[in-house]
C-alpha cells in the first residue's frame, strides 16, 4: 500500500495525533463517532482498524471518542503503543480501513467446543498473533481455548514451532550453545545470576534470554536490570556473547519468539500459565536463541506453580519430548518449591542476594548458593564430557575461586556497565506474634504482599523474608520486611497484609 502523505490526504485518511495514553503493548486508535471514515465504514467501538503511514503498516483496536473536544473531525488519535509500532511523526496521515478477513480464528474458535488444532492450523494461527492480527479478545480466546491442560503432545510440537518459525532466529559458531530456565513460581528464584557467569566462565556458549515478570514479583530480566542494561539487539547480544560467552538480557527486546511475547501479554492478566503453552514458551525461546542443551527447573510445593510430584513428572516429560521432537536436549531437575530462595523478592533485593553469592558474602545465603551450583552442574554434566556427579563441584570451584564474580562483572560491562541495586524509601517488619517453629509459608501471597508493594514496577520494591521452614522464631522476631518507594503501596500491602492469616505458620517447638 502506497504511503499517505500530508500533502495530498484521500478521503480514507486522517491527520494521527499522539494521544499519550500508555495502553501497554495493545495498539489502540481513536475516533470520533461522528467521523466520515467511522460512519462510512461501519467502524465501531473495538473494531479492527487497519492504520497504513509512511510505509508503515498496523492494525489497532478503535475505542470511539464521543468528547468532540478530543479530537476534530479530521483526526485520528493513536495510543503511545500504536504510535511506536507505526514509528509515526506528528502531522502524519494515515489511511484508515477493515483489515483482511482473520480467517485463522476460525481454528481458535473449534478449539474452544474441543476440537484438535493441526499443525498448518496452529501456524496460521501464531503467524497472525506475531503480525498484530489478533485483538487482546481474540488472544484471550486462544490462550482460554489452551488452558487447563487442553494442548496434547503434537499441538504443543507444533505451537513450539511456529513460535520459532515466525521469529528471528540465532545461530553460533561455537557448540554447544547451553541454557537454563525455570518455570516460575517460587519467590526469589535468581539463580540465573549465578548460573551464567559460572558456566560462561568454565568456556561453554550461554546466550540467556530472560523474561520479565508474568505472575510473580519479578522476572529474571527485571533483576538483571538493576544491575546492568538488558534491552539489547540481537547485533548487540552477539558482541556481548562473543566477547564473554554469555548474556543475561530480555528476551522481548529481541524478535525470539515474537508471539510468545504477544501471549505473555494477555498471560498475566488472566494468570493463566498452562502446560502446553508453558512448555511451547520456554523451549521456542531457547530454540530461537540458538541452543543445543538446556536444564529446566521445576519447583514443587504446595503454592509453587506446579504442585505435586506427578504434575512435575507430567510436564518434564512434554518438556523432554517436545525438545527431542525439535531437536534440542532436554534435562529436567525438580526442585524443592515449598519456600522462597534466599531472602530478597523483588527485583533489586533479589539481585542483592544475587551479589552476596558471586562476591562471597559471610551472610550469603546459602540457599541461592547451593541451588544455583546444582543447576550450573547440571549443564556442565549434561554439556560436556565431564563425569557424572562431579558437576557441582567444578561448579563450586568456579564460584568460590572468584572466576564467576569476575565473567558476571564482565558480562555487565558487556551489557552497558555495572550498577549497584536501588533501594527503598519506605519498610515495614512483620514480626511473630508468638515462639514457635516455622512448619508452612504460603509463596503465593508473600509474593502479591511483594506486588501489591510496588514490584517489579518499582524496582526497589518488594520484601526481605527471615524466617525459613524449620527455623525457630520468638516472640518480636522479624519474619519479614516490606520494601516500599511510596507510602500509598506499603499502605496497599499493610491492608492486604491485615486480612490473611497463615502467610508464615508457626508450630509448637519440638
Not at 29 to 57: K, N, P, T
Not at 124 to 133: F, L, N, S
Not at 437 to 448: H, M
Not at 481 to 501: F, M
Amino acid at each position: 500500500m502506497p504511503p499517505v502523505t500530508d500533502a495530498a490526504p484521500n478521503p480514507h485518511a486522517l491527520k494521527i495525533r499522539r494521544m499519550g495514553i500508555d495502553t501497554h503493548q495493545e495498539p489502540v486508535i481513536y475516533m470520533r463517532a461522528d467521523c466520515h471514515i467511522c460512519r462510512s465504514e461501519g467502524f465501531e467501538s473495538q473494531s479492527r482498524v487497519l492504520i497504513a503511514s509512511g510505509g508503515h503498516v498496523i492494525i489497532g483496536t478503535l475505542n470511539v471518542v464521543t468528547d468532540n473536544r478530543l479530537l476534530s473531525l479530521d483526526e485520528a488519535g493513536l495510543s503511545d503503543a500504536a504510535w511506536r509500532m507505526l514509528q509515526a511523526h506528528e502531522g502524519d496521515y494515515a489511511e484508515l480501513s477493515h483489515p483482511e478477513p482473520l480467517e485463522s480464528l476460525s481454528h481458535v474458535r473449534a478449539k474452544v467446543y474441543g476440537q484438535r488444532i493441526e499443525d498448518h492450523q496452529m501456524m496460521a494461527i501464531v503467524r497472525d498473533i506475531a503480525g498484530g492480527r489478533y485483538s487482546e479478545l481474540h488472544l484471550s480466546a486462544f490462550v482460554t481455548a489452551c488452558a487447563g491442560n487442553h494442548l496434547d503432545l503434537g499441538e504443543t510440537v507444533a505451537l513450539t514451532r511456529a513460535m520459532v518459525e515466525v521469529g528471528e532466529r540465532m545461530t553460533w559458531s561455537a557448540a554447544p550453545v547451553v541454557d537454563k530456565h525455570c518455570v516460575g513460581g517460587l519467590p526469589g528464584n535468581r539463580t540465573t545470576l549465578l548460573v551464567v557467569p559460572i558456566v560462561a566462565a568454565y568456556g561453554l556458549t550461554m546466550p540467556k534470554t530472560s523474561s520479565r515478570a508474568i505472575t510473580s514479583p519479578a522476572g529474571t530480566a527485571d533483576t538483571m536490570e538493576t544491575l546492568a542494561p538488558v534491552n539489547l539487539d540481537i547485533r548487540a547480544i552477539r558482541r556481548v556473547v562473543e566477547r564473554e560467552g554469555g548474556c543475561i538480557v530480555w528476551g522481548g527486546a529481541v524478535k525470539l519468539s515474537p508471539a510468545d511475547d504477544i501471549l505473555i501479554r494477555v498471560e498475566r492478566p488472566l494468570e493463566l500459565d498452562s502446560a502446553g503453552q508453558m512448555v511451547a514458551s520456554v523451549l521456542s525461546k531457547k530454540l530461537s536463541a540458538g541452543s543445543s542443551h538446556v536444564v529446566i527447573d521445576i519447583p514443587v510445593g504446595p503454592t509453587a506453580k506446579v504442585r505435586t510430584r506427578e504434575a512435575a513428572r507430567t510436564l518434564s516429560e512434554q518438556m523432554i519430548e517436545v525438545g527431542r521432537a525439535l531437536g534440542l536436549k532436554v534435562c529436567v531437575a525438580v526442585t524443592d518449591g515449598t519456600q522462597p530462595v534466599g531472602r530478597g523478592i523483588g527485583p533489586a533485593l533479589e539481585a542483592r542476594d544475587a551479589l552476596a553469592v558471586l562476591r562471597g558474602d559471610n551472610d550469603a545465603p546459602q540457599d541461592l548458593r547451593e541451588r544455583s551450583l546444582a543447576l550450573a552442574g547440571e549443564i556442565l554434566e549434561l554439556a560436556t564430557n565431564i563425569p557424572t556427579g562431579t558437576g557441582y563441584d567444578l561448579a563450586n570451584a568456579i564460584l568460590s575461586d572468584g572466576r564467576a564474580w569476575q565473567k558476571f562483572q564482565a558480562i555487565c560491562k558487556a551489557q552497558g556497565g555495572m550498577r549497584e541495586p536501588p533501594r527503598s524509601r519506605y519498610i515495614h517488619t512483620v514480626t511473630a506474634m508468638r515462639p514457635g517453629r516455622v512448619i508452612r509459608i504460603d509463596n503465593r501471597r508473600l509474593s502479591r504482599i511483594a506486588k501489591l508493594a510496588g514490584a517489579p514496577t518499582d524496582p526497589a520494591a518488594g520484601l526481605d523474608f527471615f524466617a525459613p521452614l524449620g527455623s525457630s522464631v520468638e516472640t518480636g522476631q522479624p519474619l519479614f520486611t516490606i520494601h516500599a518507594d511510596a507510602p500509598g503501596e506499603l499502605a496497599y500491602a499493610r491492608e492486604y497484609l491485615a486480612s490473611q492469616k497463615d502467610i508464615v505458620v508457626l508450630g509448637d517447638e519440638v
